[in-house]
Structure formats: structure tokens, C-alpha cells
């Protein structure tokens, strides 16, 4: 449980990382359920070095999906194959008729409570917890506005070597 309280209040601060992630969420997001995303991570580290912190970044990563499409008005696994074809959170918000800072917004509320929720509970100072709400915003609006690649050109890459 405290696990998954820090996560969530770290949310702002790796909300950047989860960006990263979302180009290997699709994939992974369809074939778990939530239940899957709650479990505590190991905590040593996998043979990468990162195992801990990968499986944060992937609840963080779906956590923003979900806020995303909900505030877009769409299901989360419609707006994951938009972000495989290469579109942006943005973009598929704009094309909803919903404007992308309405998602960012969202986001942030998301974040903000999160950490004033570890913040009350003694898991983050509340310097901490102002460094990230601080943070928020921008990184949040990066990730909205971020473009990944194609998923078939990512393919197309991987099997040539390059």
C-alpha cells in the first residue's frame, strides 16, 4: 500500500518518464487488467536495471491514458491506437472537439491530489510535494502535446537493425 501511495504522489515528478513509457503502453496496457496494475513491483531491480521504476512508470502511463480519455469523452483503448498511429493526446482531444488544455488540466487535478494525499499521510514533505505540483504542469502539457512514433514505423525500424 505505501508502494502505491508514493507512485501516486510521484506521479508529477515522473509524469515526463510515463511519456517515454507511453510508446510501450499500448502494447502492454490491452493485456493487463487493473487488478495486474495494483500489485506491488519487486524490488529488485530486473535484468535492465530498472524494474522498480518500469512498473511505476506503466501505472503512471495508464493512469494518464485514462484521465485522458475520460476528459476526452472516449474509451481508453480508442485513444491508445490513436497514440500508436502517431497522434498526440492533443490531437486526439482537438479532434473530439475538446480543448487539449482541458487534458492537462485534468491531469494535474489528478496530480495535485495525489501528492496533497502523500503529503497528509507523512510519505513526502510538503516541500516535496510543492517541487512536484510546481513541475506538473509543464511536464504534463509535454506529455499531452507529445508526438511517438508510429507503431508499424517503430516495427519497420526494429527489424531492419537500426
Known amino acids: 500500500m505505501m508502494k502505491k501511495l508514493v507512485a501516486s504522489a510521484l506521479v508529477g515528478a515522473s ?56 476528459t476526452i469523452g472516449i474509451d481508453a483503448k480508442d485513444l491508445l491506437k490513436e497514440l500508436k498511429a502517431g497522434k498526440s493526446i492533443a490531437d486526439v482531444a482537438t479532434e473530439h472537439g475538446v480543448n487539449p488544455q482541458a487534458v492537462v488540466d485534468a491531469i494535474v487535478a489528478k496530480v495535485n491530489a495525489k501528492v496533497d494525499e502523500a503529503v497528509a499521510a507523512g510519505k513526502i514533505t510538503a516541500d516535496k510535494g510543492n ?22 514505423q517503430k516495427d519497420q525500424k526494429d527489424q531492419s537493425g537500426n
Open 131 to 152: 517541487e512536484i505540483k510546481a513541475k506538473a504542469p509543464e511536464k504534463v502539457t509535454k506529455l499531452v502535446n507529445a508526438h511517438r512514433q508510429p507503431k508499424d
Open 15 to 70: 509524469i515526463v518518464g510515463g511519456a517515454a513509457s507511453l510508446a510501450a503502453l499500448p502494447a502492454q496496457a490491452q493485456t493487463s487488467s487493473p487488478d495486474q496494475t495494483q500489485q506491488a513491483q519487486p524490488d529488485k531491480p530486473d535484468h535492465k536495471g530498472n524494474g522498480q521504476h518500469q512498473g511505476r512508470r506503466h501505472r503512471l502511463a495508464k493512469a494518464a491514458i485514462k484521465t485522458s480519455a475520460d
